[in-house]
């Protein structure tokens, strides 16, 4: 039997808390029996909530506090004035080791901020990145930075490509991941400098537990070439709002086209089995729950728009990781890692 495994909950963080993290937690619950919760938030809106699932209210602990970190508050502002509130407090859990791991939907900024004040980095990693995974013909991969740095130098790179397939390995099952770097060819020559020095140090890394197969181009992410697409966070985040946005255009132009006609009307009936598979497959709520990885601790961030199925399935996300142990391992990685090159080698790369 599988011991307990406990997550914190924001319960007062996202557009439709603390509604969808209930209900959310429910769904979750009943995918990992072993999993309890502790909800942090308005005890007066919780309550009445989980009364309504018995089982949830046997596996959660409610923890008062009236504090709210606001959508629209900046990241600063919520570090210096939010001590009390449901975020800080859930976080604070993860910290003081009464939980495996957070979840959150509220606002991204102040989650960012609060997560690295409390948390901090792990050992050798110089900024947490934001990772999170991406649909492809070949089933799902993952790719990092999606926006938590705009800049990053070729250490930063290196640092995200051991995360990144660490959490390949954790959350997606993949023995030895394999990892590109986004570039605008594949060829050695091609791109900047900082990619360039990038990729020549991950080569010449000894002993890597994940395959890099060098620089991966944008159609590649789709194809599903790499399980994991390292990147900076500008580049990363527009790729990502691109594809959801012509995800958003394929689905809106194809309800279109099926209106047109009897004709077409008629087509969408007989494909609607297949239609409906599609959608399935490109149901962002599937993909839900981007992970702030380079704490030392497990924070993950929640749509605010989510559903309670998008949020179970960020809760999903958190279990996977803690289960795995994926701070350890990304920590263990990253110290064999720098121990491999010779300082001579260093030198050369730096």
Known sequence: MCAALTIALDGMGGDHAPEIVVEGAAIALNRHPHVRFLMFGDQVRLLPLLARHAKLREHSEIVH??????????????????????MRLAIDAVHEGRAAGVVSAGNTGALMAIAKF??????????PAIVS????LNGEAVMLDLGANVECDASNLVQFAVMGANFAHSVLGRMRPT?????????????????????????AAPALAFDFVGFV???DIG????????TDGFTGNVALKTMEGTARL?????????????ATKLAYLIARPALGALRDRMDPRQYNGGVFLGLNGICVKSHGGTDATGFANAIGVAIDMASDRLTERIASDFAEFQAGFTSDLKAALS
Do not use: C, Y
Not at 179 to 203: I, Q, Y
Not at 250 to 262: C, E, F, K, N
């Open 179 to 203: 990892v590109g770097l986004l570039n605008v060819g594949s060829e050695h020559m091609k791109g900047n400098e900082t990619l360039r020095h990038a990729a020549d140090m991950l080569r």
């Open 250 to 262: 394929m689905a809106g132009t194809l309800a279109s086209v099926m209106r047109l006609s009897w």
């Open 217 to 219: 181009e944008g159609d």
């Open 118 to 127: 409390v948390l901090r980095t792990l050992p050798g990693i110089d900024r």
């Open 133 to 136: 995974f991406v649909p492809t």
């Open 65 to 86: 506090t009236d504090e709210v970190v606001a959508p629209d508050e900046k990241a600063g502002q919520a570090l210096r004035r939010g001590r009390n509130s449901s």
């Open 223 to 230: 194809k599903g070439t790499v399980d994991v697409v390292v």
